[in-house]
C-alpha cells in the first residue's frame, strides 16, 4: 500500500511508504480512504502526514501521468488538487512532518497543512516548475501565495530555489527545522495540542478563511503540461 495510517492517542499518523511518494492514481486513492478513515472518526482528532527514507514527497509521477495520455493527466491532477482542497478544509489540525524532499506537488502537498515541520540536515523544500516547464494552475498558484509570504513565494516560484530545513524556517514555509529522529515525534505533538478543536466549528472557518482558494482547487481543469 501507498500509505499507512496509525493512531498515537487523539492524533492520525498518516505515513507515505512508497519510496519517492509520487502522486498517481494508486497513491490519491489510498490518500483519500485514508482521509475517510480520519473524518468519519469521532472526538478530539488531529492528523500527522509523513514521508518515508529520504523524501516526505517527490511530486507527481510524472513518467506514469504523461504515458496515460494528456486528458488522463488533467483529470488527475484535477483531483488531486481536490485533495488539496480537503485537506485545508478539513475540520481537524493537520501538521506536515517533512521527514526529507518536499519537491513540487509534494511541496504544495505540505503547504495544504496548518503547520509544518521539517528536518534540519539533509531534504530541500522546492517549487521546481519554473525548471520542468510546468506552469501552476490556478488553484496552486492560489495555494502557494496563500500559504507562504509573498516574496518567499515570488522567489520559490520564478526561481526554482530549493530550501533547507533552516532556511525554509527563514523564508516562513516551515514552522521549525529539527533532527530527523524528532521530526514525527514533534509533529505529534503539535497536532495533539489542538485536537480538542476538532469539529465543525473548524471546518467552517477553514472554509470561510480560504472560500476563494477552495472553489480554485475544488474546480480546477488540470494540467497536462
Known sequence: M????????????????????????SWLNAMNA?????????????????????????GL????????????????????????????ASPYFTVAACNGHTFAAGAMLAL????RVMRADRGFFCLPEVDLGIPFTPGMDALIKGRLPHLTAHEAMVTGSRYG????????????????????????????????????TMGVIKERMYAELLGLLANSAGTSA
Open 2 to 25: 501507498p500509505v499507512s495510517l496509525d493512531r498515537r492517542g487523539d492524533v492520525f499518523l498518516l505515513a507515505m511508504e512508497n519510496g519517492e511518494n509520487r502522486m498517481n492514481p
Open 34 to 58: 485514508a482521509l475517510d478513515e480520519v473524518d468519519s472518526a469521532v472526538g478530539p482528532k488531529a492528523l500527522v502526514t509523513t514521508g518515508s527514507g529520504k523524501f516526505y514527497s517527490n
Open 61 to 88: 509521477d510524472l513518467d506514469a501521468l504523461m504515458a496515460s495520455g494528456s486528458e488522463a493527466m488533467a483529470a488527475f491532477v484535477a483531483d488531486d488538487e481536490r485533495l488539496f482542497a480537503r485537506l485545508i
Open 112 to 115: 495544504c497543512h496548518d503547520a
Open 165 to 200: 530545513g533552516e532556511a525554509a524556517v527563514a523564508m516562513g514555509i516551515m514552522g521549525e527545522a529539527i533532527p530527523e529522529d524528532q521530526v514525527v515525534a514533534r509533529a505529534v505533538e503539535i497536532a495533539s495540542g489542538f485536537a480538542s478543536k476538532a469539529g465543525a
